[in-house]
């Protein structure tokens, strides 16, 4: 649990989790699957933990859910590139 770790190890520790849920999302969008990232059980971690009842010495930090689109989807325009990057 939190408890255990410096808050060095578990900032580091949020930070992996992170990179593995946004893998997750590019990778089931590859294959046409939507998600949304779920971030709220920080902020109501005792009514989730009881519904979902994580197992003894972990904590949930994120719930991701995954589902393919109701009606087809395509990616947006984009801008051009010297419209979103400024060279100092």
Do not use: C, Q
């Amino acid at each position: 649990m939190e408890e255990e770790f410096s808050e060095v190890e578990w900032m580091m520790a949020l930070e992996s989790v992170s990179a593995a849920i946004e893998n997750m999302i590019l990778a089931a969008w590859s294959r046409g699957i939507g998600s949304v990232w779920i971030g709220v059980p920080e902020l109501m971690e005792d009514a989730f933990n009881e519904v979902l009842k994580p197992p003894p010495g972990t904590r949930l930090v994120a719930v991701v859910a995954f589902g393919y689109p109701a009606v087809p989807v395509s990616p947006r325009g984009r801008r051009p590139l010297e419209e979103v990057v400024k060279r100092i």
